[in-house]
Structures are given as structure tokens and as C-alpha cells.
């Protein structure tokens, strides 16, 4: 029986004290391959309650999902160490003392304070549990069979978790499941594991069946060294495209009356300094910063915990540079007036282009600008500027016909700009955006309100 026992702990892998050997520590598992730490969202059992294999321990919250945890044994939870909403517990780490139905869990208290008290080890280190030393003639061989073995079998007399589906596809196949990774919760072998699953000699088999390409079929060419900045523009859009839950609203704006207004001003710039002239994109900017002030809700960052609204429009303006793209930021762009605005605009467009820009010029910023219009671009989406909620891609106005019913034809010829917005949905839902949207189009439809 005693025997019996300690087979079972050693093969749930708990480290226990020499003293209470019916108690163990359960660790926070890994509910995904990427999961480096989690949270409590609830237990499922109080201190004290038996459990049996396939109830629900508790309710472990990752960065996608809830999940449920079973119990893959009979047991009892002796002492929980993690609370109900206790956060960012590293995967690995002690989160209850456990025992079996029936043994003294007097000890537990002083457990869960050992182990609350010890850093918790990385999933990774983990070690299975140590078999007898070969002999010395042995080790010589070591070197061979490490070669040759692509996974390492379990320590002989191991329970293996295993689905029953992944039990029944494996005797069927004749599968060793000692020598198949489990990807479930502490490591447990799911379906797709068996599948997956490839001998160790099929698997280098099949790794060298795959000839190489001779590099004499390849065409001229010239590798271009990855720069810093190149470096960190990669990894910083690759990580919000890949991690920033990314939708796209599309709209037309007239902008006949911008266009306009744009000349007035311009013509009355021209008389005091001939360089001074507005651009479209300084009419867009202080759409913005207006629409921003309409809904507050689309000037906002995703900071984990909270979401932090800001009061001011920081705006940031991608400019191509010859070493990539930098965002410099034209601060509390709703107090400004349009020259102002077209001032800063280009004092900061030529400092960038010549690598002049200090920290604070181009980091930061609350709402992200590209305009890609001069470039005969009329329609693109934009990746967003993370911790930002929002990015906005301009494109080219360009003559088109809509309808007119005052017209005697029905028709008119109308300079229409179209606009994309690129929103994470975590901070900013498709009704903020839409409302946010709107609100531009509203400003550049009837510039004059910029005035009010």
C-alpha cells in the first residue's frame, strides 16, 4: 500500500517533504505552449473539499481565454495558496497543497508557506524524476543514443496521462505513448498528440528526403544588412499584427469644401510668406483632434490592466525616412490653429528625414496618421501603433461621380478622399469606431466648424 502511494505522488510529479508524504504542492500548468503565466479567475473546490479525477479544480484565465482545470486523480485540497483574481502567477509556480481523501492535512499550512516563500521554477527546467546512474562503461555509449533519440521515454513504473481517445488511437497505430509529448495540462496526451506523432526514424527520414536547393539555380542577388531601426519596426508591426486584435472601417469624405477653404487660406498665406502654404493633411489633423474630443473613447491605450483615455490629441504622423518609418508627434493638436499645425508638421517631417528627431519628438503619441494620398494611393489599411488604439489611413482625394438630384443631370463631379480607420477591438468597439469616423467626416465635410 505504502509503496502503491508513493508511486502515485512520483507519478504526478509533486514535490513533497520527507515528513507529510501524502501532501504535494499543484503548480499553475501550462494551458498552451506560449502561456508564461496566468490567472485565478475562481476555484471550484474549498479548502477541506475531496475532489475525484475529472472534477473542475478551478477556472485558470490566460491571455486568450478561461479555462477549466481537472483533477486527474482523487484527492483533496488541503490549502489554496493563489486566491480567487490573484494575477500574473508564472506558470510552475505553487497555487494550492493538495493530499488524498483521508490523510492528515495538519501540515498544509506549513507547506503552502514553504512554498509560497520559494521561487517558483521555470516550466522549462523542469526535470522528470531522476532513474539510477548507469555505470561508468556505460556513459561512453551515452553520446551515440542521444543522437539517435529524437524524444526520451518515461521513468519505467510512470503513470502517463493520456485521453482515453489518445490511449485508443495509439494501441491501434501500436504507439509508444512514453515517447509522445503531451501538450494538454501538465503535459497530459491529448489526440493530437498521437497524430502528430512521428517515429524517431520516420522523423529524420523525412528531414533528409528534402534535397537542397543548389545555389546555383538562384538568381543574382545582394543581402542589405538588417538596420536598428529596420530591426525594431519589424519586430514592433509583426508583434501588433500578430497579438492586437485588428478591424477596419472604411468612408468616403467630400472634401470640396476643404479643398475650397484650403485655396482662401492660401492665397492669403502667399501674401505674408510665400512658403507658408496648408497641405490636406493639416485639414486631417485637426479633423482628428476635433473627432477625438467628440469621442474620447478612440484616444485611448490598452495598458493590460486598464485603459488609459487621454485628454489631449498627441498625434502621431508617419514619415518615411531613408531608414524606415518614424512617428513624429505634434502635441495637443485640438489647441491649435492650421498653421500651427502645418508649421510643426513640416519643422518635424524635415528633422526626421535627416535624423535629427529627439526621444521625445517621435515617442509617445495618443492616435497615429499615415497619408499615403501624394503617392496616388486611394485606398490602404494601416497597422497600429501599439500601446495606441487607433491608426488612420489616408488616401488620395480623386474626382467622382455621385449623385445630385439638384442637378439637372442628377449627377455631379465630387472630390471624394477615402479614409480607413484600423482599431483594436479591446479598447475601442465597431460602434466607437463608426461614431468616431463619422464625426471626422462631419468636420471635413464642413470645415468651418473647425473655427467654432
Known amino acids: 500500500m505504502a509503496s502503491a502511494l508513493a508511486r502515485s505522488i512520483l507519478a504526478r510529479r509533486f514535490h513533497v517533504s520527507a515528513s507529510r508524504h501524502a501532501l504535494s504542492k499543484f503548480a499553475m500548468p501550462a494551458m498552451s505552449p506560449t502561456m508564461t503565466e496566468g490567472g485565478i479567475a475562481s476555484w471550484k473546490k474549498k479548502e477541506g473539499e475531496t475532489f475525484a479525477a475529472g472534477d473542475v479544480l478551478l477556472e485558470i484565465e490566460t491571455d486568450k481565454a478561461t479555462i477549466d482545470v481537472e483533477a486527474q486523480d482523487d484527492g483533496v485540497l488541503a490549502k489554496i495558496i493563489a486566491q480567487d483574481g490573484q494575477k500574473n502567477i508564472a506558470v510552475g509556480a505553487p497555487i494550492a497543497i493538495i493530499g488524498e481523501e483521508g490523510d492528515d492535512i495538519s501540515g498544509a499550512e506549513q507547506l503552502a508557506a514553504e512554498a509560497a516563500s520559494a521561487k517558483p521554477q521555470a516550466p522549462s527546467k523542469e ?12 556513459k ?65 527520414a523525412s528531414a533528409t528526403s528534402a534535397p537542397a536547393a543548389p545555389s546555383e539555380s538562384l538568381p543574382e542577388y545582394t543581402d542589405i544588412p538588417v538596420s536598428n531601426m529596420r530591426r525594431t519596426i519589424g519586430t514592433r508591426l509583426t508583434q501588433s499584427k500578430q497579438e492586437l486584435p485588428h478591424y477596419y472601417l472604411t468612408l468616403d469624405i467630400n472634401m470640396d469644401k476643404v479643398l475650397k477653404l484650403r485655396e482662401v487660406f492660401n492665397k492669403s498665406l502667399g501674401e505674408k510668406d510665400k512658403s507658408a502654404k496648408l497641405s490636406v493633411n493639416d485639414f486631417v489633423l485637426k ?67 535627416d535624423g535629427k528627431l529627439q526621444p521625445q519628438e517621435y515617442q509617445g503619441g495618443t492616435f497615429t496618421v499615415s497619408n499615403l494620398g501624394m503617392f496616388g494611393i486611394s485606398h490602404f489599411t494601416a497597422i497600429i501603433n501599439p500601446p495606441q488604439s487607433c491608426i488612420l489611413a489616408v488616401g488620395a482625394t480623386q474626382p467622382t461621380l455621385v449623385p445630385a438630384p439638384e442637378e439637372e443631370r442628377g449627377f455631379k463631379v465630387a472630390q471624394i478622399m477615402k479614409v480607413t480607420l484600423s482599431a483594436d477591438h479591446r479598447t475601442v468597439d465597431g460602434a466607437v469606431g463608426a461614431r468616431w469616423l463619422s464625426a471626422f467626416k462631419g468636420y471635413l465635410e464642413n470645415p468651418l466648424t473647425f473655427m467654432l
Not at 127 to 138: F, I, M, V
Not at 173 to 193: F, H, M, T, Y
Not at 327 to 332: L, N
Open 127 to 138: 526535470k522528470a524524476p531522476e532513474t539510477p546512474k548507469p555505470a561508468p562503461a556505460a
Open 140 to 204: 561512453a555509449e551515452a553520446p551515440k543514443q542521444k543522437k539517435q533519440e529524437t524524444r526520451s521515454a518515461l521513468p519505467e513504473g510512470d503513470r502517463i496521462f493520456a485521453t482515453p481517445i489518445a490511449k485508443k488511437i495509439a494501441l491501434e497505430r501500436g504507439i509508444p505513448l512514453a515517447q509522445v509529448k503531451g501538450s494538454g495540462p501538465n503535459g497530459r496526451i491529448l489526440r493530437e498528440d498521437v497524430e502528430k506523432y512521428q517515429a524517431p526514424a520516420a522523423a529524420s
Open 287 to 353: 479633423a482628428v483632434a476635433c473627432a477625438l474630443a467628440d469621442v474620447p473613447e478612440a484616444n485611448s491605450a490598452w495598458l493590460g490592466e486598464v485603459i488609459r483615455q487621454y485628454k489631449k490629441a498627441d498625434i502621431s504622423v508617419a514619415v518615411a525616412t531613408p531608414t524606415g518609418l518614424i512617428t513624429p508627434i505634434i502635441k495637443d493638436v485640438g489647441a491649435k490653429g492650421l498653421a500651427s499645425i502645418s508649421a510643426e508638421g513640416k519643422s518635424l517631417a524635415k528633422k526626421a528625414r
